[in-house]
């Protein structure tokens, strides 16, 4: 939200009303000499011409960039982002079998851990990640580093395994993050947040209300993505197939539980949206900011582009 060190400043858009009314007062103006045209017709319908944004364009651009002038004055400032380096981060990412579908290309294991390199790129220098998987049972992989290419290796080098055990993941993942490895919680725990896909459905205890329980109690939200489609098929031994799909109200309750946001991919390009939009998302935070140069600015933009106009323009009737 905008808000003004020096509001009172603001009290002089009142000019603007009247600048708009010399303006319209001007040009109804009567002309004060005779002129001789020999097509008074033509004259006549220049005199009726309406509102016409071309010829008003550089009027408007000049009152937006008074207004953004005086806003200016004021001494504007706005939420800015900026890096919290207090913020740990863990990906979860499950490495079942089903994973091997290729419903996404070239498969949802390789779209997965390209995806979450990506969200690694996305994250401020110095913002610590670490890496957990899970498939029958979890292991943390990288423990919180500020070192992104260590984590970007070690998503390089897993393998699949049987099982999906969703819950662990979390669980796991909670006991990797600084201030969490404990039951007691500290007074003023630094922020943490776990990042967790999944292309399956829970089938190793523990239950993920256990994990999501846990986290909410902890403090740290859990950020949930669904990968795959109704049509997903792992292929085994002997030409058999089996569907494989991810459980959204499991994921979706594990959200709501932690203080996430539960997300959907359907295709490789959605995995590396939603990723994208997490990694500008988490590890940033946000604090007051002045933003009177910008604003001044972009007015002084306005009042030479409000000048260009008027004098490409011109016309001589």
Known sequence: MIGFSWPWFLLALAWIPLLVWLYRRNNARQAEAVVYHPDTEFLSSIAKRGFSLRRELPV?????????????????????????????IMLALDVSLSMEADDIKPTRFEAAKDAAKIFIKQLPAGTKIGLASFAGFAAVNVTPTADHDEVVKAIDDLSLGRGTAIGAGIL??????????????????????????????????????????????????????GLGTENGVINFEGNQTMMVGFDPETLRQIAQTTGGQYFEARSAGQLNSVYQKLGRQIGWSTKPGEITGIVASIAGLLLFASIAVAERSRRVI
């Open 172 to 225: 796991e993942a909670l006991r990797a993050l600084p201030d969490r490895a404990t039951d007691k919680l500290p007074k003023n725990p630094a922020p943490a947040a776990i990042v967790l896909l999944t292309d399956g459905r829970n089938n190793r205890p523990p239950n993920p209300e256990d994990g999501s329980a846990e986290a909410r109690a902890k403090q740290v939200p859990v950020y949930t993505v």
């Open 60 to 88: 408007i651009l000049y009152l937006v960039a008074v207004g953004l002038g005086v806003a200016a004055l004021a001494r504007p400032n706005a939420p800015i982002p900026f890096p919290d380096n207090r913020t740990t």
